[in-house]
T-cell receptor, first 114, second 111 residues
Framework: DVKVTQSSRYLVKRTGEKVFLECVQD?????MFWYRQDPGLGLRLIYF???????EKGDIPEGYSVSREKKERFSLILESASTNQTSMYLC?????????????FGSGTRLTVV | QKEVEQNSGPLSVPEGAIASLNCTYS??????FFWYRQYSGKSPELIMS????GDKEDGRFTAQLNKASQYVSLLIRDSQPSDSATYLC???????????FGAGTRLFVKA
């Protein structure tokens, strides 16, 4: 069964900590994405990558960075966690030419910053 | 700002009825359209895709697309309580990389 795996289901971090969220896919997909989902705001794109070592800013990149050293792994980094980054974080992947295939999502990481 | 609009609901239908979910989008150049289902506390899962004007059927689900009106809909026939979820409409933007999601419509199917 093809899969997008996020390393943590629940995470609690302190304000100011550096936080790493990991995402691994086993489908040989070129495209990977990080979204956050908040009640009433829907899914908002943070960063995406269409190739190894490539990254593009999404709609809300401030306070975040990403790393894609290998095709299967896409990491989201919160440089200095703040309480307004408390959210559900969803990783997704798709084949090149995403218009044909849609996304496969990971199970999500619910991050709480205290 | 490219947008995808959905009625947030909740939409409540009795078991066995047809549930009709609607979506409009602002990017006239969009070519690819999707419906995702998201159960409470879970991540979205892809249930339908549509690229051409008209209807596309898959089991109890029918997606409808009208590019001239910039309108996408999802019909669920013979609705079941297990269909109760939030349904997200999604549109690939003209550039072809980014998916724009609607905020979702909550559906309740009453037994």
């Amino acid at each position: 069964d093809v899969k997008v795996t996020q390393s943590s289901r629940y995470l609690v971090k302190r304000t100011g900590e550096k936080v790493f969220l990991e995402c691994v896919q086993d489908m040989d997909h070129e495209n990977m994405f990080w979204y956050r989902q908040d009640p009433g705001l829907g899914l908002r794109l943070i960063y995406f990558s269409y190739d190894v070592k490539m990254k593009e800013k999404g709609d809300i990149p401030e306070g975040y960075s990403v790393s894609r050293e290998k095709k299967e792994r896409f990491s989201l980094i919160l440089e200095s966690a703040s309480t307004n980054q408390t959210s559900m974080y969803l990783c997704a992947s798709s084949k090149q030419g995403a218009g044909d295939y849609g996304y496969t999502f990971g199970s999500g990481t619910r991050l709480t910053v205290v | 700002q490219k947008e995808v609009e959905q009625n947030s609901g909740p939409l409540s239908v009795p078991e066995g009825a047809i549930a009709s979910l609607n979506c409009t989008y602002s990017d006239r150049g969009s070519q690819s359209f999707f419906w995702y289902r998201q159960y409470s506390g879970k991540s979205p899962e892809l249930i339908m895709s549509i690229y051409s004007n008209g209807d596309k059927e898959d089991g109890r689900f029918t997606a409808q697309l009208n590019k001239a009106s910039q309108y996408v809909s999802l019909l669920i026939r013979d609705s079941q309580p297990s269909d109760s979820a939030t349904y997200l409409c999604a549109v690939i933007d003209t550039g072809g990389f980014k998916t724009i999601f609607g905020a979702g419509t909550r559906l309740f199917v009453k037994a």
